[in-house]
């Protein structure tokens, strides 16, 4: 059921938005303790954390605009799911490759080390990959569950992909430095 500001009283807005922001603040929790979790290797590499703002943010920035998209485009009615999930999946890569040797190439400049540099441009690489394609997903399921995707798919779509991005974030640097 799509939402029409216009008509709507802000009771039924804040009854319609509020559960996708509350979504949101559980996620954002989580990720709180999720990066807790990894203390030791924060500690240990200090500079990792300068980048999580930007890895995380560049999955995010990605993924907004291929849900302003398919959400623009299913209000429409004009979406043609697997020709998007393609185009989407190679934008994914071209942009994650683009950003991920640009960032690497940043991060050795800046700090002088391989590890840091790898991490964090296979980080943004994989990040910026697949955040279409859950852009792209949970817009679609949430339409076809009836719900309006211009309400729940900002919220939702940005928690889903800050904490895969923390976890891939992590998970590189486990793999690279440790």
């Not at 799509?2 to 979504?23: A, C, F, G, S, Y």
């Not at 300068?50 to 959400?71: C, H, L």
């Not at 211009?150 to 976890?167: E, K």
């Amino acid at each position: 059921m799509l939402e029409d500001d216009n008509k709507e009283p802000v009771t039924l807005m804040v009854k319609h938005r509020l559960p996708w922001l509350i979504i949101g603040l559980g996620g954002g929790i989580l990720a709180t303790i999720l990066a807790s979790r990894y203390e030791h290797l924060l500690a240990a590499n200090i500079q990792l954390s300068f980048f999580i703002p930007v890895i995380v943010y560049m999955a995010d920035a990605v993924g907004t605009q291929t849900e302003s998209v398919i959400v623009r485009n299913l209000a429409r009615r004009k979406v043609h799911f697997l020709t998007y999930l393609f185009k989407e999946f190679l934008l994914g890569i071209i942009l994650g490759i683009g950003f991920g040797l640009a960032m690497g190439l940043f991060a050795f400049l800046w700090f002088q080390s391989w590890q840091i540099a790898l991490t964090v441009g296979f980080a943004m690489f994989a990040t910026m990959s697949i955040a279409p394609l859950i852009a792209l997903v949970i817009p679609e399921v949430l339409w076809k569950e009836h719900a309006d995707p211009a309400i729940g798919s900002g919220p939702f779509v940005t928690v889903v992909q800050d904490l895969l991005s923390l976890l891939i974030y992590f998970f590189v640097a486990t793999m690279i430095i440790f």
